[in-house]
């Protein structure tokens, strides 16, 4: 199969105008795809396909697809570059045609950004189904022509790592454990003689001291696990590290402060921080990008017991700080505080943390932009510009005083788990709970359970867990590694 896109005329009746590969292709068959697309009605609109069959016999069927208007650019009201969105959506709706007429292989116009179109097929042909009997045809796409081939395989590479993220979020979590995730990750490294893996286990923690961590994870008979990974990409092995951490909830059942059922079996992604940056991880090193990164990934399942957390009880962060747990749905942020605190070891260049922290971030922002706090300004225009890119949008978040004061004000310990006017501002207050445990002076809290899962937001994707902001983190990591070299 084929898949070319067409751009959208600036006067609607106007001939629509063909990327360069369908202008090839209409030529190579003596103008009948133009011809046949006059005669099918008006111009194909953005993300809308035809269907032609016996065009020519290396491509039996040629999906034409509408990429929008042509150069249009960064949309400032919409933060992000409109081009690369539209070839991302009308890309992955023109494979998955393909996939439905069965055909094992397509080659795709790279429509101007081949980057941009490898990420659309890759990532709209990615569906989870390791546990069907009955599966969706393997489509195998392919770069049409070869003027692009780099920017196609470095697509390719930003989209299994965003798909490696879904993967580990959707599956049930009796097949992702914490130390079933830890091996996952391990062997998707294990070829890359420039990564170290560190599965430490429950023995290790408690010599960390770090408390919060483990009253998490004894509600559970599933032992916890952290695992630590250190990419030596950069020209230097002793230069100060970007350092990611992940919340890796592996199942989220509330505890004591048990959730509602209905919708419970979607806690299995809680782990999404810990699956989004360890993907980044396992891209970067595919990618060979030039910098040093470390991946912190405190992972555990939240489960009611007779040993778990109870409302009320205080615990002991790494740091010194004691916590009244108020609440043990409010448990992210307790392993997140301790593997903070371990992070600041590593005399990091910055730390950015992501996780599927607060419902209060899904009401404030839906699934349109992951919400990032942060103490740096530096470090928000390098995460923001990424997401231009990327299409994997963020949006900055406020760390104001008025939030540390209602997590301070604890009748027990130091601090709430929650903050003391509980609902209002929940995003918020989780983040300066954070705070708390940050010294460093570029941090940023990525909150991603607004971005968790995907219905239809996102044309690319399908429905199902997100793998959200994985391609924003690694791009990210690759504008920094361009400032180390300047």
């Not at 022509?145 to 979590?173: D, F, I």
């Amino acid at each position: 199969g084929l898949v070319l896109g067409i751009y959208s005329s600036e006067k609607d009746e106007g001939a629509a105008q063909f990327t360069s590969a369908g202008d090839a292709f209409d030529r190579l068959v003596s103008g009948k795809l133009r011809e046949l697309l006059s005669l099918c009605g008006p111009p194909l609109k953005k993300g809308k396909t035809r269907v032609f069959h016996g065009l020519h016999q290396d491509f039996p069927s040629v999906v034409v697809v509408g990429l929008g208007k042509k150069d249009a650019g960064v949309n400032d009201h919409e933060n992000w570059n409109e081009d690369k969105e539209n070839i991302r959506a009308a890309v992955a709706v023109g494979c998955r045609q393909i996939q439905d007429l069965e055909i094992p292989c397509v080659e795709v116009d790279p429509c101007g950004d081949a980057q941009a179109a490898a990420e659309g097929a890759v990532l709209g042909l990615h569906e989870y189904n390791e546990l069907k009997q009955k599966k969706k045809p393997v489509v195998t796409p392919q770069l049409h022509g070869s003027a692009e081939s780099k920017a196609w395989e470095k697509g390719v590479t930003y989209a299994e790592g965003q798909n490696l993220a879904r993967y580990l979020m959707e599956a049930p979590a009796n097949y992702i454990t914490p130390i079933k995730f830890a091996e996952h990750i391990e062997q998707k490294l294990r070829n890359f003689g420039t990564v170290k893996v560190h599965i430490r286990p429950e023995s290790w923690i408690a010599t960390q001291e770090m408390g919060a961590f483990l009253s998490v994870a004894k509600g559970s008979a599933e032992p916890p696990i952290f695992l630590e990974l250190h990419y030596s990409g950069g020209a230097n092995t002793n230069d100060s590290p970007l350092v990611f951490v992940g919340k890796g909830v592996t199942f989220d059942s509330g505890g004591i402060s048990l959730k509602p059922s209905s919708g419970m079996d979607a806690m299995r992604a809680d782990m999404g921080g810990a699956a989004t940056v360890c993907s980044a991880i396992v891209t970067a090193a595919a990618l060979n990008l030039p910098l040093n990164i470390i991946g912190l990934a405190p992972l555990c399942e939240n489960m009611p017991s007779g040993k778990a957390n109870k409302p009320g009880d205080v615990v002991r962060a790494k740091n010194g700080k004691t916590i009244q747990v108020d609440n043990t749905d409010a448990e992210g942020r307790l392993l997140l505080a301790d593997a903070l605190c371990y992070a600041h070891n590593f005399n990091p260049r910055a730390i950015v943390n992501a996780a599927t922290l607060t419902g209060a971030m899904d009401v404030a922002l839906g699934s349109a932009a992951t919400g990032v706090f942060t103490n740096s300004s530096w470090l928000w225009s390098h995460l923001y510009e990424a997401s231009i890119v990327t299409g994997d949008r963020v949006w900055r978040m406020p760390l104001f005083e008025h939030y540390t004061k209602q997590v301070t004000d604890c009748p027990l310990a130091d601090l709430s788990n929650i903050g003391k006017y509980s609902r209002a501002g929940g995003a918020c207050t989780a983040a300066a709970f954070l705070k708390e445990f940050v010294t460093a002076p570029h941090w940023a809290h990525l909150d991603i359970a607004g971005v968790m899962s995907n219905k239809d937001e996102v044309p690319y994707l399908r429905k199902g867990m997100a793998g959200r902001p994985t391609r924003t983190l690694v791009e990210f990591a690759a504008r920094l590694s361009q400032d180390s070299r300047n």
